[in-house]
């Protein structure tokens, strides 16, 4: 069930719920909430990840992990399926009003 | 390549791995376990008899409520998640509830499995406020008569009990865990229909022979037509939790969601009343003993050190499944199943979908393994003396 749809324009953290352990693969994640277990693939997705809290939108996360604009598409996909999997929220210093369900 | 892989929420249990670059880094071990089961005691009230740990007394050396905060505070260390406890009866431990407490304070999430004995109105409504630990209760069937048969007289009844308690807290989720035997697997839609109606989640896991299941195995281990109608089962309700244990039933078509490896030493651990650690819970065998939690160095170093586990973390050979086109999805199946029906381990499961377990197990002298079993279990102090 996604509430609302992942917003790359809007601000994200991690769930307070969620744990990341670094692994050689890049992260596994776990939420003690729905007791759920994510991997995340890729190193750079993991710092991407840490830093979401850091910006006021997904996008200016991007600009400053310095990711290859080619490769956004696909950690947008993995962090759109974090958001719904409630591992990633909506952050309170998001300029847009409202959080999601 | 897809950045995340979403498992179904389970303890092992990971999505499909097509382009099995994740199973290869799981093959090789992780920092961690991500399934860790401790079984905190081997004292039990009941006497099941596919018990995998032949419970029934505690063992005089069992860990101190000193030591096992000592292994929290390890696991705590090492970013384990959250850990899996049994028994035995973990809830008949004085200190049970103490450790509970000590290991969700220390940010380790705990699940436990229990017959339902240790859960009042009381104690339903504490486990409720709490996100950090969840309840299994363990049944074999889905009716006083099925279930009592195996666990005993008034077993089903202290297990719907607690479910009703559960369910009056508000405990939503919580788990109803059955292991599939001949008896019970007619019996899975009223156990989905049970678990839908207290609000919890359904969990099947596979029957293996270890423990006191090595003698009753071959009696009560599903037939070849139940493990097909129990695949398509699955298929069908893939909400229904497996931890991934069936996947040596893959090989009857397209694979189960979940890793389809054996987890044993490079994802999966055991963790026995002494201290003890094994491979896998299904694996209570000298071979299969990496070291103690009270050895220099703890529980970190057994999990990234010891031989076995090393061992266990190279490549396998798939010899005798090698030329059978079903074992990307079956891996040769269950090294527990193999091991206590005397199948070498680089053989086929003894439930192989293609019937090569049976042919293997014809011709392997199987009395050798009983024996060396039961002289195991004396010497670890596991069997019951009466
Ligand atoms: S030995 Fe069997 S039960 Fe243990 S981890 Fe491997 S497949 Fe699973
Ligand atoms: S032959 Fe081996 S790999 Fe093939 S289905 Fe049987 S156990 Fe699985």
Same mark, same amino acid.
């Given at each position: 069930?996604?509430?609302a749809?992942?917003?790359?324009?809007?601000?994200?953290?991690?769930?307070?719920?969620?744990?990341?352990?670094?692994e050689?693969?890049?992260?596994?994640?776990?939420?003690?909430?729905?007791?759920?277990?994510?991997?995340?693939?890729?190193?750079?997705?993991?710092?991407?990840?840490?830093?979401?809290?850091?910006?006021?939108?997904?996008?200016?996360?991007?600009?400053?992990?310095?990711?290859?604009?080619?490769?956004?598409?696909?950690?947008?996909? $993995?962090?759109?399926?974090?958001?719904?999997?409630?591992?990633?929220?909506p952050? $309170?210093?998001?300029?847009?009003?409202g959080?999601?369900? | 390549?897809?950045?995340?892989? +979403?498992?179904?929420?389970?303890?092992?249990?990971?999505?499909?791995?097509?382009?099995?670059g994740?199973?290869?880094?799981?093959?090789?071990?992780?920092? &961690?376990?991500?399934?860790?089961t !401790?079984?905190?005691?081997?004292?039990?009230?009941?006497?099941c008899?596919?018990?995998?740990?032949?419970?029934?007394?505690?063992?005089?050396?069992?860990?101190?409520?000193? +030591?096992?905060e &000592?292994?929290?505070?390890?696991?705590?260390?090492?970013?384990?998640?959250?850990?899996?406890?049994?028994?035995?009866e973990?809830?008949?431990?004085?200190d049970? !509830?103490?450790?509970?407490?000590?290991?969700?304070?220390?940010?380790?999430?705990?699940?436990?499995?229990?017959?339902?004995?240790?859960?009042?109105?009381?104690?339903?409504?504490?486990?409720?406020?709490?996100?950090?630990?969840?309840?299994?209760?363990?049944?074999?069937?889905?009716?006083?008569e099925?279930?009592d048969?195996?666990?005993?007289?008034?077993?089903? *009844?202290?297990?719907?009990?607690?479910?009703?308690?559960?369910? *009056?807290?508000?405990f939503?989720?919580?788990?109803?865990?059955?292991?599939?035997?001949?008896?019970?697997?007619?019996?899975?839609?009223?156990?989905?229909?049970?678990?839908?109606?207290?609000? &919890?989640?359904?969990?099947?896991?596979?029957?293996?022979?270890?423990?006191?299941?090595?003698? @009753?195995?071959?009696?009560?281990?599903?037939?070849?037509?139940?493990?097909?109608?129990?695949?398509?089962?699955?298929?069908?309700?893939?909400?229904?939790?497996?931890?991934?244990?069936?996947?040596?039933? @893959?090989?009857?078509?397209? *694979? %189960?969601?979940?890793?389809?490896?054996?987890?044993?030493?490079?994802?999966?651990?055991?963790?026995?009343?002494?201290?003890?650690?094994?491979?896998?819970?299904?694996?209570?065998?000298?071979?299969? %003993?990496?070291?103690?939690?009270?050895?220099?160095?703890?529980?970190?170093?057994? !999990?990234?050190?010891?031989?076995?586990?090393?061992?266990?973390?190279?490549?396998?050979? *798939?010899?005798?499944?090698?030329?059978?086109?079903?074992?990307?999805?079956c891996?040769?199946?269950?090294?527990?199943?193999?091991f206590?029906?005397?199948?070498?381990?680089?053989?086929p499961?003894?439930?192989?979908?293609?019937g090569?377990?049976?042919?293997?197990?014809?011709s392997?002298?199987?009395?050798?393994?009983?024996?060396?079993?039961?002289?195991?279990?004396?010497?670890?102090?596991?069997?019951?003396?009466?």
């Amino acid at each position: 069930m996604t509430a609302a749809a992942f917003d790359a324009d809007r601000a994200y953290r991690l769930h307070e719920q969620v744990a990341l352990r670094p692994e050689p693969f890049g992260a596994l994640a776990y939420h003690y909430g729905n007791r759920r277990l994510n991997f995340l693939r890729a190193k750079e997705l993991v710092t991407l990840v840490e830093s979401l809290a850091d910006h006021d939108s997904v996008q200016a996360a991007f600009d400053a992990a310095r990711i290859d604009p080619r490769r956004w598409p696909s950690f947008e996909r $993995a962090l759109a399926s974090l958001a719904a999997s409630d591992f990633l929220v909506p952050d $309170a210093h998001d300029a847009h009003e409202g959080a999601a369900a | 390549m897809t950045l995340i892989e +979403e498992p179904r929420p389970d303890n092992l249990v990971l999505s499909p791995v097509k382009q099995s670059g994740l199973a290869e880094q799981m093959k090789r071990g992780l920092d &961690a376990p991500i399934c860790l089961t !401790w079984e905190l005691t081997y004292a039990c009230n009941l006497q099941c008899v596919h018990c995998l740990s032949s419970s029934g007394r505690r063992d005089p050396r069992e860990l101190t409520t000193e +030591e096992c905060e &000592a292994v929290i505070d390890e696991l705590q260390r090492m970013q384990v998640f959250y850990i899996n406890i049994g028994g035995g009866e973990p809830t008949i431990r004085k200190d049970f !509830w103490h450790l509970v407490r000590y290991a969700v304070d220390h940010g380790v999430g705990v699940k436990f499995s229990t017959n339902g004995s240790g859960i009042d109105a009381e104690v339903a409504e504490q486990l409720a406020e709490s996100d950090y630990v969840d309840v299994q209760i363990s049944i074999d069937g889905a009716d006083a008569e099925t279930n009592d048969h195996v666990r005993g007289e008034g077993s089903f *009844a202290t297990a719907v009990q607690a479910m009703e308690h559960l369910q *009056a807290a508000g405990f939503e989720g919580f788990k109803i865990s059955v292991v599939m035997t001949r008896h019970n697997i007619p019996q899975v839609d009223e156990f989905k229909a049970m678990a839908d109606h207290y609000g &919890a989640q359904l969990r099947l896991t596979r029957f293996r022979p270890s423990g006191r299941g090595a003698d @009753s195995w071959e009696a009560l281990h599903p037939t070849d037509q139940q493990q097909r109608e129990l695949y398509h089962w699955l298929m069908d309700h893939p909400d229904v939790l497996t931890g991934d244990s069936f996947f040596h039933l @893959s090989a009857l078509g397209e *694979a %189960l969601p979940g890793l389809n490896l054996c987890g044993a030493g490079r994802v999966v651990c055991l963790i026995d009343p002494v201290g003890d650690v094994y491979a896998c819970p299904f694996v209570l065998h000298d071979e299969f %003993l990496a070291g103690s939690v009270r050895d220099d160095g703890g529980f970190q170093k057994v !999990w990234q050190e010891s031989d076995l586990f090393t061992e266990l973390r190279e490549p396998q050979s *798939a010899g005798a499944c090698a030329s059978c086109g079903h074992f990307d999805a079956c891996q040769g199946g269950c090294m527990a199943a193999k091991f206590f029906t005397g199948i070498p381990l680089d053989g086929p499961d003894p439930e192989c979908v293609l019937g090569h377990g049976e042919e293997a197990m014809d011709s392997v002298a199987r009395a050798a393994v009983s024996k060396d079993h039961s002289r195991t279990t004396v010497v670890l102090g596991r069997k019951p003396v009466s």
